[in-house]
């Protein structure tokens, strides 16, 4: 356990700020489980190698992995002045979003739930 009063613990762990690039993608409409097939793929590689692992991935959320990477190279570019051909993902993962709840109607007047799930993915980067 930590020692100190909560507020104080909270402004600790606040103060050390992260600067490592990264990119979040939030209400992503894709679920936590078919992210992370595309998310594991890419885990540990270049930015050059994942942009090309994504590109011809099927999964829909290759698509969407494919902007993010993009937009976090681009950060760490720009405001990090970090070198593009020296750049690999560090981290990306999903987290789970909120579900949508929908019905759909079935025989004698019954109904079904059908979940639509959302998640939010971040990927950060950092030089080799």
Do not use: W
């Not at 050059?48 to 993009?70: D, T």
């Not at 570019?77 to 690999?88: R, T």
């Amino acid at each position: 356990m930590a020692k100190g009063h909560r507020s104080q613990i909270k402004r600790e762990r606040n103060a050390v700020k992260d600067t490592r690039p990264s990119a979040k993608l939030s209400y992503a409409r894709v679920s936590v489980q078919k992210a992370c097939f595309v998310l594991d793929a890419i885990r540990g590689k270049s930015v050059e190698e994942a942009l090309a692992i994504v590109m011809y991935n099927p999964r829909y959320a290759s698509s969407l992995l494919e902007k993010l990477i993009k937009s976090a190279a681009a950060n760490a570019e720009n405001n990090n002045g970090m070198d593009p051909s020296k750049l690999y993902i560090e981290e990306c993962y999903a987290n789970k979003g909120p579900t949508m709840k929908r019905i759909h109607p079935r025989a004698q007047g019954r109904a079904y739930r059908i979940e639509k799930r959302m998640s939010h993915i971040t990927v950060i980067l950092n030089e080799r």
